[in-house]
């Protein structure tokens, strides 16, 4: 390859049927992903139709943000979402060096990325898929693997998971999980942190399999004033600088892994309990627990680090987290503060995290193992090397 890497970086702003007709028939002019007016980032209504569908998914901007940047590379970019667009780019795909599917284009669906599988073949360049909510539509995502002949598969999963799950590709798997993006995450200087326990973002569905992160954040929401601790839980997602801005009015932000354990190829327990859901809404956890994912037969652990554990520590905020892997980047009582499954010692957590000497030197400790090998930049970097 030469010296600066001739790369197409597909991405979406949305992939339902609203979103990619607004977008064909305004052709960029209808929809503003990434410079959109301030009246759109007021209005949130407004947002979801005419600008980034994407903003509440922080990270999908910071990957782009990486590959932008990165001097290596001579990106051109294409919102698959813009159906003119995209086939404007298809004669052009064998000419580049280098094909990127971010998360935003094999994410939530696959329908226009699948009609595409085709155009791939005869390539001269290498192709990199980046799978998004890994733990739906897998069927899908691994058929257009093959079909259009993936040379790496870039997963968010621990090594040893993705690379059972993506056996028969035929691709090389990468381990690219989600990083610190520090040009937006950082501690403010002269900020008063106000809240001692913080979150922001969904409560997983009942459709991954268990409650361990709903668990924590319902604890500190029902449960922290009467610990004399200032809570402030919000149960929805932020678009990334007013997440910064909240990250940075917290002493601590609680949290688990994300993923599921009941991770299949097929992703049958999955499907059954979105089905299983459709014909009972009203169903509990444990109803559809019992249905679809007590007897589902072999499963990968799928539970992985994400975007939301890198960006406390950018702020220098600490994390009381749900004991887990982390995928070996996070290292317990060392970068975060951690609490049984079952919350059995979440006093003596809280009581650690209170104690400000002890949390400085968490987010200290934090802050200077993820700035030395795990930001954007650095996973950029890592997978240009792979494919050099």
């Known amino acids: 390859m030469s010296r600066h890497i001739r790369t197409l970086l597909l991405e979406s702003n949305g992939t339902h049927w609203v979103a990619v007709c607004l977008d064909t028939l305004g052709h960029g002019i209808l929809s503003a992903p990434h410079a959109e007016p301030a009246w759109l980032a007021r209005t949130r209504f407004a947002r979801k139709l005419f ?130 993006n520090p040009d937006v995450y950082f501690a403010r200087p002269g900020g008063e942190r106000q809240v001692d326990v913080g979150f922001a973002g969904d409560l997983y569905d009942r459709v991954i399999g268990d409650r361990e992160r709903t668990n924590i954040v319902e604890f500190f929401r029902t449960q922290a004033a009467a610990r004399g601790l200032r809570a402030d839980i919000r149960t929805r997602r932020m678009p990334r600088d007013e997440w910064a801005t909240f990250l940075n009015r917290c002493h601590t932000i609680c949290g688990a892994e994300s993923g599921t354990y009941y991770l299949q190829a097929s992703g049958a327990a999955v499907t059954m309990a979105k089905a299983y859901l459709k014909q009972h809404p009203g169903a509990s956890f444990e109803e559809v627990r019992q249905a679809c994912f007590a007897d589902c037969g072999e499963t990968l652990n799928g539970k992985a680090i994400s975007s939301r554990h890198f960006e406390p520590i950018g702020t220098r905020t600490c994390q009381i987290l749900i004991e887990g892997a982390y995928n ?57 090397s792979a494919i050099r």
């Open 51 to 180: 600008g980034n569908r994407y903003a509440e998914a922080s990270y999908l901007e910071d990957w782009r943000d990486a590959f932008l940047a990165c001097p290596s590379l001579e990106v051109t970019t294409c919102n698959i979402s813009d159906l003119i667009a995209l086939r404007q780019q298809r004669a052009a795909i064998r000419d580049y060096d280098l094909i990127i599917v971010l998360h935003s284009a094999a994410g939530d669906r696959m329908s226009v990325l699948q009609r595409t599988a085709a155009w791939f073949q005869g390539r001269r360049g290498r192709l990199a898929l980046f799978v998004g909510n890994e733990y739906d539509l897998l069927e899908e995502k691994i058929a257009f693997a093959k079909q259009a002949g993936a040379d790496y598969i870039c997963s968010q999963l621990p090594i040893d998971t993705a690379r059972t799950l993506y056996q028969d590709t035929g691709a090389t798997v990468i381990e690219m999980p989600h990083a610190l």
């Open 328 to 384: 070996g980047i996070l290292q317990p009582h060392v970068h975060y503060i951690p609490v049984r499954r079952d919350l059995s010692d979440i006093d003596e957590a809280i009581r650690r995290a209170m104690d400000p000497i002890e949390r400085e030197a968490i987010v200290a400790a934090a802050h200077t193992h993820v700035m030395s090998a795990h930001t954007y930049a650095h996973r950029v970097r890592a997978l240009i």
